[in-house]
């Protein structure tokens, strides 16, 4: 049975990495976001996801980030790392050194630029979960990857005894309910990749959600993920109604480009991006004051 392994059910905050206006990683800043998911009821992190910019990090700074993490968390809560990448070789090696760091699972997109067929990507994430020393969740955004993980090569991962969850950002839900009926146990979890698919992928048998919205408002994204899966299906309407046109917002161009802009606003954190990412345009940023000044406050504490 892998039901004991797989390692969050609920809320997995993808956290941003600060910057400062030089270009380095704000450390500062980013022990106050994780803190502030800690205590906001975040049932997981995720370190070096597509929302804290991994693709323009040094290994250096990839090692630093998920250390620190670990630390913060002092087994509060699980550490997810991201650690996948086009090369099999490259993606082992970090995802060893994220286990060995504490982290409970890594989480392991699907191969970008290379495009492998079906049979090469079963090798590459098997390959990876035989030596990883952690659980391995998958990573499916085929918009990014240019590679889908469909249901057939899931559910034949599926049966690898470290392969526990999916975290499923093709933005189809057909596809979520596809996996959660084909894969009908308690061994393996679906993840709603995208903060708007949250209800939708919970009420077919999702497990929780890997959230973007949830660094600025962990307590209501929490808040929506338990009442899902308690099955207080109002509660969670009301929560996914109130918060939606954010979710819209935030997705308006590229993540994380919104969403820090966001957090500026608030002073979470620098406006601050890696090229080739750049900060949102000016009609952007007034169309996410608008809809903050609609939700009303949100506590930076």
């Known amino acids: 049975m892998k039901k004991n392994k797989i390692p969050f ?4 905050t993808a956290l941003v990495t600060p910057f400062q206006e030089d270009g380095a990683v704000d450390m500062n800043a980013f022990r106050r976001l994780a803190e502030r998911q800690i205590d906001g009821g975040a049932d997981a992190l995720l370190v070096l996801g597509t929302t804290g910019e991994s693709a323009t990090l040094t290994d250096e700074e990839r090692r630093m980030l998920v250390t620190e993490t670990v630390r913060l968390a002092d087994g509060r809560l699980p550490v997810l790392a991201g650690t996948g990448s086009n090369d ?4 082992v090696r970090f995802s060893r050194f994220a286990a060995e760091a504490g982290c409970s699972a890594v989480l392991v997109v699907a191969p970008y630029y290379n495009r492998p067929t079906p049979d090469g990507l079963i090798r590459h994430f098997r390959e990876t979960a035989d030596a990883a020393g952690c659980p391995v969740i998958l990573y499916n955004i085929p ?4 590679t889908d993980l469909t249901v057939p090569i899931v559910k034949k991962l599926a049966e690898h005894p ?11 839900i057909d ?24 209800v939708p992928v919970c009420s077919v048998g999702g497990t929780g959600a890997v959230s973007v919205i949830a660094n600025l408002l962990p307590r209501e994204t929490a808040d929506l993920c338990h009442a899902m899966r308690t099955g207080d299906h109002v509660r969670a309407a009301a929560i996914h109604t109130r918060l939606l046109p954010l979710v819209r917002a935030l997705f308006s161009e590229t993540n994380p480009g919104p969403v820090k802009a966001a957090m ?5 954190c620098e406006n601050v991006l890696r ?4 900060p949102v345009r000016p009609e952007t ?4 004051r608008e809809v903050l000044r609609a939700l009303g406050p949100i506590s930076v504490t």
């Open 9 to 12: 059910r609920g809320l997995c």
């Open 88 to 91: 099999t070789a490259r993606t």
């Open 143 to 146: 918009s990014r990857t240019g």
């Open 162 to 172: 470290e392969i526990v969850g999916i975290k499923e950002a093709s933005g189809n």
């Open 175 to 198: 596809r979520a309910a596809d996996l959660c009926a084909a894969i009908q146990d308690e061994d393996f979890a679906v993840y709603a990749g995208n903060d708007g698919e949250i």
């Open 264 to 268: 500026a606003m608030y002073g979470l």
């Open 275 to 278: 090229l080739p990412l750049v």
């Open 285 to 288: 940023e007034e169309r996410l």
